[in-house]
Structure formats: C-alpha cells, structure tokens
Nanobody, 127 residues
Framework: QVRLAESGGGLVQAGGSLRLSCASS????????MGWFRQAPGNEREFVAA????????SYADSVKGRFTISRVNHANTLYLQMNNLKPEDTAVYFC????????????????????WGQGTQVTVSS
C-alpha cells in the first residue's frame, strides 16, 4: 500500500510559479513510477507529467512542455512538479499517482495504469 499526499497548490497570477509536492509513505518510493495529472471542472483527468523510478526518464503533455518540470527525491520519498509561466488554463486540481511493478526506465502517461492516487491540490491561475 502507498499513501500519497499533495501540497503546494494555491492562487497565483498568470505568469507566476508554483511548486507542488507529493509526499509518499508506505512501500518503498523508489519502486514506483510516478505521475502528475490534473482535472478541471467538467473535464476528464488529464496527464501532465511522468517520471521513471530512478528519475532518469521523464515525459510531459504538450501543453506544459517547457514550463513544467517533474522531479523526485527518492531518499526523501517526495515527488515534485515545478510550474513556471502559469496560464489560466492550468487551473485545475492536481493529483500525483504511483505505479509499481515496472522496469526502472519506464514512464507512464496512461492514467488507467496508475494504482495509487493522492487527494489532490487546487491550483488556480488568475488572468
């Protein structure tokens, strides 16, 4: 079992930055591929970014490439999402997710493959 808890959301003006954190507890964090997803009202939950178990491979949605950076610190059991140059369309609840049983270099963008989810943190970007 893995428990995930997001933090760092808030209200920011367009062009601003936020850093989201996802603290993991339970099974060994380094055994899990991790991802960030977001869901705006009335929309499906969509992929934002993913990172492999060791952090050497990453993947991003086209809408956030060049603005967001996913990273992880395995010895601290923490996942991060640095979000720069935020836009109003980035407004959503952001979720972190974990997937076990994968090889070291794999990154996963398919939300249906993730096993564990946090409760989410709200990000609101004003224009």
């Amino acid at each position: 079992q893995v428990r995930l808890a997001e933090s760092g959301g808030g209200l920011v003006q367009a062009g601003g930055s936020l850093r989201l954190s996802c603290a993991s507890s339970g099974r060994s964090f380094s055994m899990f591929g991790m991802g960030w997803f977001r869901q705006a009202p009335g929309n499906e939950r969509e992929f934002v970014a993913a990172i492999s178990r060791g952090g050497q491979s990453t993947s991003y949605a086209d809408s956030v490439k060049g603005r967001f950076t996913i990273s992880r610190v395995n010895h601290a059991n923490t996942l991060y999402l640095q979000m720069n140059n935020l836009k109003p369309e980035d407004t959503a609840v952001y979720f972190c997710a974990a997937k076990g049983g994968i090889v070291t270099s794999t990154v996963i963008s398919d939300r249906e493959r993730y096993e564990y989810w946090g409760q989410g943190t709200q990000v609101t970007v004003s224009s």
